[in-house]
């Protein structure tokens, strides 16, 4: 069974950068090859920040992310980490990640298994 443990969110002012990362056990190559950050804020639904495959390391990224976040990973650590620069106000949310045999692209997404998530909070 697939466990993920986020950590690194905290509070930061608006400009500020915060690394988050999630840190998989149970891992098994063939059920979870894709691993993804969502996000959800208060009374706002569920949205897609980004993904990456363990093998090829292939990134997708939602739109709004225009460049200020950056999805990556450590195989020898199982880890997966979401450098967010530039944070803005709206950025505050919990951020979770997931892991999943299917590609994780877009807000859409359903299923795999996912972690409690890490609170980032951005002040103006």
């Known amino acids: 069974q697939v466990q993920l443990v986020e950590s690194g969110g905290g509070l930061v002012q608006a400009g500020g950068s915060l690394r988050l990362s999630c840190v998989m056990s149970?891992?098994?190559?063939?059920?979870?090859?894709?691993m993804g950050w969502f996000r959800q804020a208060p009374g706002k639904e569920r949205e897609f920040v980004a993904s990456?495959?363990?093998?090829?390391?292939?990134?997708y990224y939602a739109d709004f992310v225009k460049g200020r976040f950056t999805i990556s990973k450590t195989n020898a650590k199982n880890t997966v980490y979401l450098q967010l620069n530039n944070l803005k106000p709206e950025d505050t949310a919990v951020y979770s990640c997931?892991?999943?045999?299917?590609?994780?692209?877009?807000?859409?997404?359903?299923?795999?298994?996912w972690g409690q998530g890490t609170q980032v909070t951005v002040s103006s």
């Open positions: 997931v892991a999943s045999s299917v590609i994780i692209r877009g807000d859409s997404f359903v299923g795999g298994s």
């Open positions: 149970g891992r098994s190559t063939f059920t979870t090859n894709y």
């Open positions: 990456i495959t363990w093998i090829v390391g292939t990134t």
